[in-house]
């Protein structure tokens, strides 16, 4: 609980997106999770989007935060599995 409140953001509900693979093939692009949370975020203006994986997650996520526009906030490399799930249990 102290993680997330020194990371996410208080007073938006929160979705959590994690665009990484292990596996290529199984990967959603991150133009399409843009593209998702763009439209989320246009029927639902009281979101906060957090993006969880690895570090090598970054530059989707950066892609994401630019492309939509929307309250994106890049956790990547810098959550545990621990503060991930703590996270994804307050997720909306």
């Avoid at 439209?39 to 630019?66: E, P, W």
């Avoid at 309250?71 to 990547?76: A, E, M, R």
């Amino acid at each position: 609980d102290h993680w997330i409140k020194d990371h996410v953001p208080t007073g938006k509900r929160l979705v959590s997106i994690a665009p990484g693979a292990i596996h290529p093939h199984k990967q959603w692009t991150a133009e399409r999770f843009a593209q998702l949370v763009t439209k989320l975020a246009y029927r639902h203006n009281d979101l906060m989007f957090c993006i969880t994986g690895t570090a090598a997650d970054r530059s989707a996520a950066a892609l994401i935060q630019v492309q939509s526009g929307a309250n994106v906030i890049d956790l990547c490399g810098h959550s545990s599995i621990a503060q991930s799930a703590a996270l994804y249990a307050q997720c909306a």
